[in-house]
């Protein structure tokens, strides 16, 4: 399938590396359905950039957590721009905390988010892809999911999730024309990160060789390729974006 105006849905997408990955596919030819949750502004910004870059843009709100509002998102993106060949399951949620104490509602909340929510977009998104023979479904994890992180139980255990729905959905649906891929970013600055304390970012820098931060668009790069066709024989891949803190 040629990648020229081939519909990519990125949840998520009004900031962060999912704005960023939605640049990144409006550059490469995509047309870009920018879900978002709360965050209409940065949403419409996205928007605006995608459309700079020469492309088809749509904003499209978008709650991982409910089922009904995948399926609006979806339909619009549909309606407007046409069928998703590319997902990007990009929408996250966070909260450390020691789990002696973690509250349970937090626990689900994280698990909802992190894991159901880009379950529920898998299924949402599938059908159309089999019955075109071809897709693209980037989940976006994260190291944790692969070291673990002392407060992070939760994160790591949603992200460690993703990681092996990829794998799973990759056997699964490999043999009719969709990859399935996760990323695996390291620490990169963003709203996600802005409350981690500096101590803990300092210990971060002198774990990771490369002594700085990873970018939004250094992750988003990563995101683009797979969703490209050069990408067509890469499937199932864990694809580590951490300036070597996992090495
Ligand atoms: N930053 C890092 O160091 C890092 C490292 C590894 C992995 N990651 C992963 O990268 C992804 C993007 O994170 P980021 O760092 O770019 O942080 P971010 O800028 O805070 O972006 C997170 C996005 O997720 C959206 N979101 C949260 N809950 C949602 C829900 N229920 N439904 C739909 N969207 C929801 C937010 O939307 P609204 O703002 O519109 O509410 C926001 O746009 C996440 O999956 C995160 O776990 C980040």
Redesign the pocket.
């Known amino acids: 399938m040629p990648e020229e105006r081939t519909v990519a849905l990125v949840?998520?997408?009004?900031?962060?590396?999912?704005r960023a990955s939605a640049l990144a596919l409006a550059r490469a030819g995509f047309a870009v359905s920018v879900?978002?949750?709360?965050?209409a502004d940065?949403a419409e910004e996205a928007v605006a950039k995608a459309r700079a870059e020469g492309a088809e843009a749509i904003p499209v709100p978008?709650?991982?957590?409910d089922e009904a509002s995948i399926e609006d998102a979806f339909g619009r993106t549909e309606a407007e721009l046409g069928p998703v060949r590319v997902l990007v399951n990009?929408?996250?949620?966070?909260k450390d905390g020691l789990a002696i104490r973690y509250p349970m509602p937090t626990w689900d909340a994280t698990l909802s988010?992190?894991l159901t929510?880009a379950f529920l977009c898998v299924r949402r998104a599938l059908p159309a892809m089999l019955k075109a023979r071809w897709g693209r479904i980037v989940n976006?994890a994260?190291?944790a999911a692969l070291m673990g992180n002392p407060g992070q139980a939760a994160y790591a255990a949603s992200k460690a999730g993703m990681v092996g729905m990829t794998k799973s959905l990759a056997r699964e649906v490999g043999g009719r024309g969709i990859t399935v891929n996760a990323v695996c970013?390291?620490?990169?600055e963003?709203?996600?990160?802005s409350g981690t304390p500096e101590d803990l970012k300092r210990r971060y820098l002198e774990m990771t060789p490369m002594r700085r931060f990873g970018t939004?668009e250094e992750i988003a790069a990563v995101i683009a390729f797979l969703a490209r066709s050069e990408a067509s024989y890469v499937n199932g891949a864990v694809i580590v974006v951490d300036g070597g803190l996992s090495a």
């Open positions: 949840t998520g997408a009004a900031k962060g590396i999912g879900g978002y949750r709360s965050d940065g978008m709650d991982v957590r990009n929408a996250g949620f966070t988010t992190n929510g976006v994260s190291v970013p390291g620490f990169v963003t709203a996600m990160t939004p």
